[in-house]
């Protein structure tokens, strides 16, 4: 009977790199997922992913972003592989705004190159954009876009290539540390069973269906591909990514075109759901095809006609941030979950910690803001 040294169950965005980490540092590891990753089914499709280091969502996120930005060039370094897109990225906000002055404070705190633009000065370096003098501009040129089923896709099979075992289409239903054998096991929906001393848990959205317990809600989100008519949305003509907040809290993000199409979301909206049937294509709700309009409308000029749309889902947590925790008191089941639309960029360092964690190495990372008794959950 094989017990392995670490499972991972959930092998898209941070199970992926979970389960890499944990096989370069020697450990015998298995990587478990119900679906054959990277795929649709999770938060992690639609090819792109914002890269920021300069973060509206709060200092405590900055110092696990920059080693994330170091383990993601490490691991182009290594494979050759094109994840990272250093194409900046151009925030823009009204300046009274806690995103705008937690992006410039977060720069300020930790010298994270950025620029400020006034609307004027926008108008003159990207003329698509139009936006009116209460708004700011702040350009960080290190930033970018990571390709996220690539990241997922070397990760997977850089694991292989160590001699990680793979089991795909293994939908895990219960994990449950057994006293007596000391170690945990975990079942599938089919009656099969694995076992190891250490478990690394990442079933993003479904995380709920193995423990129901854990405050995590679902949320469908759309995002849209148009045609463009101006070649300067394009990247190889320097167009940035961008991440967007209008006067009236809409939050829009978007990557520089690529063969003649724009992606375009927006954060904020969506639909709370409680099964992936529910996360239906695009446009099953009337609101999936005018999502992006407010930004459209009034403040981005080039873009043509709709192309096509994609469904894709968040895990919200009620404060939306991230939930990484020991899930029992003998430490050996923790989670990684909640990510809340804004894991992608962390997923290198969050599966690099996690693995240290398994491994009962000491990790010199302050996780204590992410723990799940901020919601006075009784979990242990
Ligand atoms: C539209 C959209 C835009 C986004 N934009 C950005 C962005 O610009 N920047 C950014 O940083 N982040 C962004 N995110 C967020 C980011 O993509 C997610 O936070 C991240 O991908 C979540 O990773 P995960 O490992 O938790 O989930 P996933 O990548 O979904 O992996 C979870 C895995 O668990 C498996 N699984 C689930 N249940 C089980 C089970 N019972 N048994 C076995 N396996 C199971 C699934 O099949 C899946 O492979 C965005 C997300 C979406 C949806």
Redesign the pocket.
Known sequence: MKVYDVAV????????AAGYYSSTMGASVVQ????Y???C????H?E?????HAYAEGEKYIPLVLKAQCLWNDLELKTNKPIFHRVGVLNIAPKNTDFYKNVLMTAQQYNIPIKQYTTLEIQKRWPNWTFDASYIGLFEPDAG??N?PLA?ETYLSESRKIGASQLFG????KIQYCETRDFVIIQSADGKEVYAKQVIV??????G??FPELPVQPKR???EWFNISDQKLSEEKGFPAFAIQLKNSATY?GFPAKNGQIKI?R?DGGQNISTLNENSEYETYTNDAIEVEGLLKNHLSGVEHLSHGAA????MSPDEDFIIDWLNSKKNIQI??G?????????SVLGWLMAQRALGKAIDYDLSAFRLNRFNDKTE
């Open positions: 169950v959930g092998t898209g965005s941070v199970g992926s478990i997922d119900s679906e990753p990277p795929h089914k999770g938060s992690h639609g792109t992913r914002l890269m920021r876009y990571l996220a997922i293994f939908e895990v239903i990442c079933a993003g959205t479904w995380i269906k193995i989100k759309v995002f993000y979301g954060h894709c889902s968040y895990d990684v979950t990510l809340s639309g804004h894991g992608f960029k962390f997923v």
